[in-house]
């Protein structure tokens, strides 16, 4: 048996602001929208993963505060961790945690999407 990602599916209580927020942010590319006024979801395509940001109910609860259990956060790579993080700041993007090197090959970093969402920031140097 062979598995393959095929997308990660967010909820938000605002997907079309949500959504611009990836754009806008980290250059995803908005493929379908699904559904009239409210929009039930919308379909962006990012680094090659393809995430639904569905509209949620105004009754859903929030996130729990993370570490928790199950899907935690989203994980996107850079070339240049610093570079990201000073346009994400810039961008006013909140950080959770700034630079930390894991290991001398993998630095990190966390910052928040809409809905509390956690991104981790990643650099990974080749071996």
């Excluded at 980290?26 to 962006?44: N, S, Y």
């Excluded at 961008?91 to 809905?115: C, H, K, N, Q, Y």
Aim: net charge negative; glycine share 10%; hydrophobic share 40%.
């Amino acid at each position: 048996m062979r598995y393959a990602c095929d997308h990660v599916h967010l909820r938000s209580r605002d997907a079309v602001r949500a959504a611009a927020f990836y754009v806008e942010t980290f250059g995803a590319r908005e493929t379908k929208r699904v559904g009239g006024d409210p929009v039930q979801r919308v379909v962006l395509e990012l680094g090659g993963l393809t995430v639904f940001i569905e509209q949620a109910p105004a009754e859903t609860a929030p996130a729990g505060p993370t570490p928790c259990l199950g899907l935690e956060h989203i994980g996107l790579r850079v070339d240049d961790i610093e570079a990201a993080m000073a346009d994400l700041t810039a961008r006013g993007v909140p950080v959770r945690t700034g630079i930390t090197e894991r290991s001398p090959d993998l630095r990190i970093a966390f910052v928040e999407g809409p809905d509390g969402a956690l991104i981790e920031i990643l650099e990974r140097k080749s071996a």
